[in-house]
T-cell receptor, first 110, second 115 residues
């Protein structure tokens, strides 16, 4: 059974600092890995999707890496802003469903 | 694309009552998923449809839960004889199989509170 873990569970940084969010998974037989953002009481917004054959994806200030052999992904957010405050979830796709981690709650202080 | 929509956004019910939620996927998305998210946790997979066929159900989906997608467009999720443990956010997502990157797009969710 696939298990996804995100550490830390919560993170507080001053504005401008770079964010590093970690995700680990137990079964390397994945189709892809996605990072999502969730604001309080809201649905999920897809940030980045990395196919299993890829090593990283970039979008603006966001960069996500994938090391399938070690079962790890890292989301980097450069030059954090207060608007980046949210919960960030990683999810791995195996078959036709996503298995999510518990999320990292991020607070960027102005 | 107008995005995935869900109705209602919030539902408060008494224990033992039945509730039904609706999800409208992005048009032309042939896959539709239901997830449940409890406070402080990541979403958990419940079930998914490809067109009108329900192809997989999680063990989380007890016999009090039923989902349908009768015409391969919108879907409903019904919970019978609700229990307090059913209180959660119910999320719907859709995707288009066959795309190079099969991203699941999520709706805003329906928050259920069972008193």
């Amino acid at each position: 059974k696939q298990e996804v873990t995100q550490i830390p569970a919560a993170l507080s940084v001053p504005e401008g600092e770079n964010l590093v969010l970690n995700c680990s998974f137990t079964d390397s037989a994945i189709y892809n890995l996605q990072w999502f953002r969730q604001d309080p009481g809201k649905g999920l917004t897809s940030l980045l999707l990395i196919q299993s054959s890829q090593r990283e994806q970039t979008s603006g200030r966001l960069n996500a890496s994938l090391d399938k052999s070690s079962g790890r992904s890292t989301l980097y957010i450069a030059a954090s802003q207060p608007g980046d405050s949210a919960t960030y979830l990683c999810a791995v796709a195996a078959g036709n469903k996503l298995t999510f981690g518990g999320g990292t709650r991020v607070l960027v202080k102005p | 694309d107008t995005g995935v929509s869900q109705d209602p956004r919030h539902k408060i019910t008494k224990r033992g009552q039945n509730v039904t939620f609706r999800c409208d996927p992005i048009s032309e998305h042939n896959r539709l998923y239901w997830y449940r998210q409890t406070l402080g946790q990541g979403p958990e997979f419940l079930t998914y449809f490809q067109n009108e066929a329900q192809l997989e159900k999680s063990r989380l989906l007890s016999d009090r839960f039923s989902a349908e997608r009768p015409k391969g467009s919108f879907s409903t999720l019904e919970i019978q004889r609700t229990e307090q443990g059913d209180s959660a956010m119910y999320l719907c997502a859709s995707s288009r199989v066959g795309q190079t990157q099969e991203t699941q797009y999520f709706g805003p969710g329906t928050r259920l509170l069972v008193l």
